[in-house]
């Protein structure tokens, strides 16, 4: 029976291994979750530029190319003689370009002559000569793309017009115009950003947005949208410049607790700008599910890591136990039964290093130790147990004496201490104990196994394990091991247990060595 000072400092060992690991752990996964988010916000940092650069890209390219084809097509146009015939009539050049129109679809495409009069189609020929942008064609004589502007039969509807000149021995016989809805090129812009956690703006010639994709209204002035930012390195008034410039650049902003990155730069073919602005909080948002992923990982590891952790903890918590209950029979051995007032403190002994407790060389436990927790484990199976086989083997490492004449003890030494190894994993992973007997002797108890058809084929495992090379002076020397084993049965005790086991090693020993046998109600099986 456990005094109430055992059964305390038992409760003491558990609270002791049990608490360090659960902190390690939370610990472990607060420091993990700090280190994903912190390297998402980097990743999200460093993606910003990247990605407002990518889409800022890919919309110019968009609108640009819209633009162009339909310039292209004007010029096509403008190739065909019937539009520098004065003979033919208005109605037939504007028929034939309707017929055209019907197959791209513009708004309109129509003609207007040398004097700045457009002619459509059912309607009386009117003049464009006070549109500045005409009068900028006309005198210049090179092709023009305008602002967005507000036309259409409701008076509502917002486009922009690419005119192409009619010239003819370098002197302006026309020009041929399309009219193109303002909603096909932000359609472009939304297309460009859906994929992306960005907003894209396209400015006019004299900045003001024409359409944007975050909500901003047409008309606004980009230096107006500037003035609700703190930007870094640069000036709203120094962007505004580089803009009309024709110039491409970048910037850092903030507003309010939100940074972003801003990339902007010219369309080809037109005198416009796009905008591209990617926010930090977003771009973090939008990376969030791989985040999570890494962290559901992390979690997991972690959540292994634990068990195998606590694992180890339960079986050192049961070694202080089985020190404690030593100590106490020590104790009722000197004083018999009479402790004194000065008698061990158990707390002083649970803070004990395992320093003492196991074999310095090999890192199994003494001879003393393992017998003792190998009382107790013993003791448990006559208590009823679990229904478990618990079995003793001998394990002993072949022709030492050889090994160590033949290469020195350094080599023999680098054997015992791989054969301690192993038996120490093989005692954690059948939830049993590993010792050194002495010299080349090791014994184990095995107690995770279901049957004897179980415990053959670990003992053939252990076998193969214990047949390794140990590397020495450049040269590998093969080594292997003999094991001797007994199952417990009610009515054996650990002393006769140890004798039967080290009877079937002797009987391994006689015939051939490298394998095992098991000691059975004192007759013995050969394997």
């Given at each position: ?5 055992g059964k305390q400092a038992a409760k003491s060992a558990e609270a002791l291994a049990f608490s360090n690991v659960r902190r390690a752990f939370i610990g472990c996964l607060v420091l993990g979750m700090l280190v994903v988010v912190m390297q998402n916000a980097f990743l999200t940092y460093r993606n910003m530029e990247r990605t407002a650069r990518t889409v800022r890209q890919g919309v ?252 180890h903890a339960r079986l050192q918590a049961a070694s202080i136990e089985a020190m404690v209950n030593s100590v106490q029979e020590v104790e009722k051995k000197l004083y018999q039964g009479s402790v004194p007032s000065g008698r061990l403190d158990y707390e002083n002994i649970l803070q004990l290093s395992s320093k003492g407790l196991n074999d310095e060389l090999t ?165």
């Amino acid at each position: 029976m456990k005094t109430k000072e055992g059964k305390q400092a038992a409760k003491s060992a558990e609270a002791l291994a049990f608490s360090n690991v659960r902190r390690a752990f939370i610990g472990c996964l607060v420091l993990g979750m700090l280190v994903v988010v912190m390297q998402n916000a980097f990743l999200t940092y460093r993606n910003m530029e990247r990605t407002a650069r990518t889409v800022r890209q890919g919309v110019t390219a968009q609108v640009s190319g819209k633009v162009g084809e339909t310039r292209k097509l004007l010029e096509s146009l403008a190739s065909m003689q019937a539009f520098y015939d004065p003979g033919v009539p208005w109605e037939e050049k504007v028929e034939k370009l309707d017929k055209i129109n019907g197959y791209y679809g513009y708004m309109f495409i129509c003609y207007v002559d040398k004097d700045i009069v457009v002619y459509t189609l059912g309607e009386e020929p009117a003049s464009l000569a006070s549109r500045e942008h005409m009068q900028k064609v006309y005198a210049s004589k090179q092709p023009y793309v305008t602002d967005s502007f507000v036309a259409g039969a409701d008076g509502k509807t917002l486009n922009y017009t690419v005119i192409v000149p009619l010239l003819q021995d370098g002197a302006m016989t026309g020009s041929l115009f399309a009219t193109i809805v303002l909603d096909d090129t932000a359609a472009l812009l939304q297309e460009a950003t859906a994929t992306a956690a960005a907003d894209a703006v396209l400015v006019g010639s004299k900045g003001q947005v024409m359409c944007a994709t975050d909500g901003t209204a047409y008309g606004a002035s980009i230096l107006d949208i500037l003035g609700g930012y703190r930007l870094f390195g640069t000036t709203a008034d120094q962007v505004e410049e580089q803009m009309l410039n024709r110039e491409a650049g970048a910037f850092h902003a903030a507003a309010g607790a939100g940074l972003s990155y801003t990339a902007y730069g010219p369309v080809e073919n037109a005198n416009w700008d796009v905008v591209v602005t990617v926010g930090f909080w977003p771009e973090f948002l939008s990376m969030l599910p791989s985040a999570a992923f890494v962290l559901l990982a992390m979690f997991l590891l972690l959540l292994g890591v634990y068990y195998f952790v606590s694992r180890h903890a339960r079986l050192q918590a049961a070694s202080i136990e089985a020190m404690v209950n030593s100590v106490q029979e020590v104790e009722k051995k000197l004083y018999q039964g009479s402790v004194p007032s000065g008698r061990l403190d158990y707390e002083n002994i649970l803070q004990l290093s395992s320093k003492g407790l196991n074999d310095e060389l090999t890192g199994a436990f003494t001879r003393v130790i393992f017998l003792d927790r190998a009382e107790a484990m013993l003791q448990g199976q006559r208590e009823g147990g679990d229904g478990r086989l618990l079995a003793l083997c001998f394990i002993d490492l072949d022709d030492l004496k050889t090994l160590n004449d033949s290469h020195g003890h350094l080599a023999g030494d680098m054997a015992l201490k791989k054969i301690g190894a192993i038996l120490r994993e093989y005692g954690a992973k059948y939830d049993g104990l590993a010792g050194r007997y002495g010299g080349d002797e090791f014994i184990l108890i095995l107690r995770d196994i279901d049957d004897r058809e179980e415990l053959e084929a670990v003992l053939k495992g252990l076998v193969g394990r214990l047949a390794f090379d140990v590397c020495f002076e450049g040269r590998d020397i093969a080594t292997h091991c003999s094991i001797g084993a007994s199952i417990w049965h009610e009515g054996l005790t650990l002393g006769m247990l140890i004798a039967n086991a080290d009877k079937a090693l002797y009987d391994v020993k006689c015939h051939g060595k490298a394998n095992y046998s098991i000691f059975l109600y004192g007759e013995q099986d050969e394997i």
